[in-house]
């Protein structure tokens, strides 16, 4: 065989490998439609309800991410910083109710026992 022949078929499959490869996954993908008819109908309601609400999610995160990288800080840093802030502000209102529990609970002991 000749060198042509040879490159002619080495062409050959390397154009039928880089084409034909992804057409042929395209052709068996299932498109999202097929998939959701495939799906346990409970999901399927499932997924309907919670839809909008993990779309709010997504763009919230989103927007937060925006607004992280308006920083001039490092989007993970901006992403600490909130989460931190965020836990310090749990952390402070557990701290108050802690001590209006506390409050509350002394008032109760004080009228049980009928001081004042």
Do not use: C, H
């Not at 000749?2 to 052709?27: C, D, H, N, Q, T």
């Not at 309601?45 to 919670?50: G, I, L, T, V």
């Not at 709010?56 to 308006?70: A, G, H, P, R």
Request: glycine share 6%.
């Amino acid at each position: 065989m000749s060198r042509a022949g040879l490159w002619f078929k080495v062409i050959a499959g390397g154009i039928l490998i880089s084409i034909g490869g992804p057409a042929f996954v395209e052709y068996i993908r299932p498109t999202d439609e097929e998939l959701v008819k495939r799906y346990n109908p409970e999901l399927r309601k499932r997924s309907a309800e919670q839809g909008q609400q993990r779309a709010q999610e997504f763009d919230d995160y989103v927007t937060k991410l925006k607004e992280w990288s308006k920083s001039d800080k490092s989007i993970w840093f901006a992403a600490q910083e909130e989460l931190d802030a965020k836990r310090a502000q749990i952390e402070a209102q557990r701290t108050k109710a802690k001590e209006e529990s506390k409050v509350q609970r002394d008032e109760m002991r004080k009228e049980l026992l009928g001081e004042k």
